[in-house]
């Protein structure tokens, strides 16, 4: 691969990552606030507009870094005999379910159905955070 095409998709695999991941952190903090707002009796409306539109472009960002990560992957060879590019694919792939769980109750909360208390969601927020670290050791130590 030429170096100038590695070294772009590089930097837009690392800013699509990066993007993505916000999303997957404050989607569900959006959920913490619509829980403790509407245990105050606030109008939480404007929250749930925020989450719609944070989640698209999560997903949109998502795309990108897939797109550009596994173009790099391909490229230079790490699909044969990189044990940490598979692992690390298996986290990513959690992450999606994870970010559509989270959107699902979004919808849940808009429709009133949702019946997780603003702790439980806050852990439930901590989620990504644990997964993150595994990513980021797997793809700098490249333990296997």
């Not at 009133?112 to 997964?131: C, H, K, M, Q, V």
């Amino acid at each position: 691969m030429h170096p100038q095409l590695y070294l772009w998709l590089t930097v837009i695999h690392f800013v699509s990552v990066m993007a993505y991941v916000v999303s997957l952190f404050y989607l569900p903090r959006i959920l913490v606030h619509i829980a403790e707002g509407r245990a105050e009796g606030q109008s939480v409306d404007r929250l749930f507009i925020m989450a719609r539109k944070l989640f698209k472009f999560g997903h949109i960002m998502f795309v990108v870094a897939l797109a550009s990560g596994l173009w790099i992957a391909w490229k230079l060879g790490y699909f044969s005999g990189q044990g940490w590019l598979h692992a690390k694919l298996i986290l990513v792939f959690l992450f999606i379910g994870y970010n559509h769980m989270t959107f699902g109750m979004v919808r849940k909360a808009e429709r009133g159905t949702l019946t997780w208390s603003s702790n439980a969601l806050r852990w439930f927020n901590e989620i990504p955070l644990i997964a993150l670290i595994a990513i980021v050791y797997l793809v700098v130590a490249k333990p296997f």
